[in-house]
């Protein structure tokens, strides 16, 4: 079975921009996670999609928002980007059960 | 409120030496608990699970975890290290309530030849 696939892999944007993020799950896998980690906040919790619908989400303002496709695929975008965007962005897939997540290589994004 | 705690940033130990990375807990409820490994550049990796019965258990290259409830902890081990074990590793601690996980600080896991 294939991973989970996270694209692109590097990205770099400026201040004031907006980017969006793709993460396609394993298949079969019907949650998908996002996490930020940063060296000073380390791995910390963004929101959770299952089927289509973000059952929780972290503490992180409005400008980070997803969401999910009915193939359970998942985008993640962040508008207005500011210098402390960038970070290491995970996504995780899930069946929805008892936590067991799969993560995938991360999105390297850089603010500058 | 939950939470998980990794006392040690940094871990130096030689090749062919033991390990033993520490993790405690903070949850009201029966824990699930994970050991994730990522190498630079790398997303996690899962090494091993804890949801319930044995208290030891068992990962994938040669990891174990034992989890004490008395103690709230579960600490990871692994007889002898490799070269290649090198890396950072996270202790997870699951919310059902959400569907998602609480990262310890990870500790940074350097070997020596």
């Known amino acids: 079975k294939a991973g989970v696939t996270q694209t692109p892999r590097y990205l770099i944007k400026t201040r004031g921009q907006q980017v969006t993020l793709s993460c396609s799950p394993i298949?079969?896998?019907?949650?998908v996670s996002w996490y930020q980690q940063t060296p000073g906040q380390g791995l910390q919790f963004l929101f959770e999609?299952?089927?289509?619908?973000?059952?929780n989400k972290g503490n992180f303002p409005g400008r980070f928002s997803g969401r999910q496709f009915s193939n359970s695929r998942s985008e993640m975008n962040v508008s207005t980007l500011e210098l402390g965007d960038s970070a290491l962005y995970l996504c995780a897939s899930s069946l929805g059960g008892r936590g067991e997540q799969y993560f995938g290589p991360g999105t390297r994004l850089t603010v500058t | 409120a939950q939470s998980v705690t990794q006392p040690d940033i940094h871990i130096t130990v030689s090749e062919g030496a033991s390990l033993e990375l520490r993790c405690n807990y903070s949850y009201g409820a029966t824990p699930y608990l994970f050991w994730y490994v990522q190498s630079p550049g790398q997303g996690l990796q899962l090494l091993l699970k804890y949801f319930s019965g044995d208290t030891l258990v068992q990962g994938i290259k040669g990891f174990e975890a034992e989890f004490k409830r008395s103690q709230s902890s579960f600490n990871l081990r692994k007889p002898s290290v490799h070269w290649s074990d090198a890396a950072e590793y996270f202790c997870?601690?699951?919310?059902?309530?959400?569907?998602?996980?609480?990262f310890g600080g990870g500790t940074r896991l350097m070997v020596k030849p």
């Open positions: 999609y299952f089927s289509e619908t973000q059952r």
């Open positions: 298949s079969g896998h019907r949650s």
């Open positions: 997870a601690l699951y919310l059902n309530a959400g569907n998602m996980l609480t």
